[in-house]
């Protein structure tokens, strides 16, 4: 089996399980939507200083996780919004740093930003 059919593979049954999940199943994880909302800020103050974009942040409780993108032509951070990058990407679990044909592009998934509700 190849990477690629190895990873397809993947993808197929993680789909197939995502379909089987209801989002009435899942209930919001205050603790990490707060971190959520943290991270999402920073890169929001980061887009406005430097003429960056976030995307639209999408949440699907089924899904469990939230994440952020932004993409920058230049993500330049100075003074005191070094430590406040260093504090949020603490709350992810996930980052991924892309260089494009306009610039980069930060993704950061922060986990469990729903939970299943206790039955």
Known sequence: MTNEEYVRRITQLYDK?????????????????DKLIEVLNF??????????KVEPVKLTPKEEHGGVTATFIVFDIIGDDIQKYCD?????????????????????TVPEVFVPVNK
Do not use: H, W
């Open 17 to 33: 399980i995502l379909s089987m999940r209801k989002d009435d199943d899942y209930v919001v994880n205050q603790p990490q939507m």
């Open 88 to 108: 949020v990407m603490r709350y992810t679990s996930a980052i991924t740093i892309d260089g494009t044909e306009d610039g980069i592009c930060i993704s950061v």
């Open 43 to 52: 890169f929001l103050d980061a887009a406005r200083k430097s003429n960056g």
